[in-house]
């Protein structure tokens, strides 16, 4: 099967929603690549998987790492991967040779940075030398010590209007779609119907052109999650008991059984 391309998502806008989740693992690629469009290498790996207090110590390294095990893993999904934070901001050059360096060693269709008006010449620089752009506005992580922590953004009028100006301006630089994270239901309504490229939603609204969760918060990895996260699974339950069954058949000499223990031949 054809991986889905980056202009068959283009194609997708006021269409069928797009389906993206979070994958930082081959295994977890593997299960998920059939049911979604677009797989995201997300630098919230640093929350999720390294335990960071925030994205902001990702680095380059982590981000080709897990994404060519996602790529490997996945044979359907476009696979898009995080530029991470300090990667990309200081302009063009920087960010192409980042981006570069990110398709080169993983395979990925595309890569994602945060940030609207000021990033612009970045996501044209990019998207005119053959790197497909994903923008990232409203609630974006890696600007929290601006923002000032992850409340959702666009409750005011002026925040609102810089919102729908960030992505006006990331989308005629070429961004190929554009994630609308935290952003007030209103407001995700008005990108998804303004904004000429596909609108992800996340913490947005259900009217955008798709959607993305982290995969380990739908699935139920954690006992506090954002409000907009909706869970579709207990594998926090389930690995729990799982350990603790384990544990009381290592401890009971319940485990192993004769199933699993090699005999000698014959
Ligand atoms: O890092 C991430 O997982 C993301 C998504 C939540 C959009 O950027
Ligand atoms: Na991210």
């Given amino acids: 099967m054809k991986r889905v391309t980056i202009p068959a998502i283009q194609g997708r806008k006021g269409g069928e929603p797009l389906v993206m989740l979070t994958a930082y693992t081959a295994r977890m690629a593997q299960l998920l690549d059939a049911h979604c469009d677009i797989l995201l290498v997300g630098d919230s790996l640093g929350q999720v998987i390294y335990g960071l207090p925030s994205t902001l110590a990702v680095t380059l390294d982590m981000m080709c790492a897990h994404g060519a095990a996602v790529v490997r893993g996945s044979y359907h999904a476009a696979v898009v991967i995080d530029m991470p934070?300090?990667?990309?901001?200081?302009g063009p050059a920087q960010a192409f040779t980042s981006a570069a360096r990110i398709m080169a060693e993983t395979g990925a269709a595309a890569v994602k940075l945060e940030g609207g008006e000021a990033m612009a010449p970045v996501?044209?620089?990019?998207?005119?030398?053959?790197?497909?752009?994903?923008?990232?506005?409203?609630?974006?992580?890696?600007?929290?010590?601006?923002?000032?922590g992850y409340g959702a953004r666009g409750r005011s009028e002026a925040e609102q209007a810089k919102i729908l100006a960030d992505a006006k301006a990331i989308a005629a630089a070429g961004a190929f779609?554009?994630?609308?994270?935290?952003v007030i239901e209103p407001l995700a309504d008005r990108l998804a119907a303004e904004i000429a490229c596909p609108v992800i939603g996340i913490g947005a609204s259900a009217r955008c052109d798709g959607q993305v969760l982290v995969t380990e918060d739908m699935l139920g990895m954690f006992e506090r999650v954002p409000r907009f996260v909706k869970r579709y699974g207990d594998i926090a339950g389930a690995i729990t008991d799982a350990a603790a069954a384990y544990a009381a058949d290592v401890r009971a000499r319940a485990f192993p059984t004769p199933d699993q223990v090699y005999r000698p031949k014959g």
């Fill in 177 to 182: 779609a554009i994630v609308a994270e935290g």
């Fill in 123 to 148: 996501v044209a620089f990019l998207s005119q030398r053959g790197v497909p752009v994903m923008g990232h506005v409203g609630l974006t992580p890696q600007a929290v010590n601006a923002l000032g």
């Fill in 85 to 90: 934070f300090g990667s990309y901001e200081a």
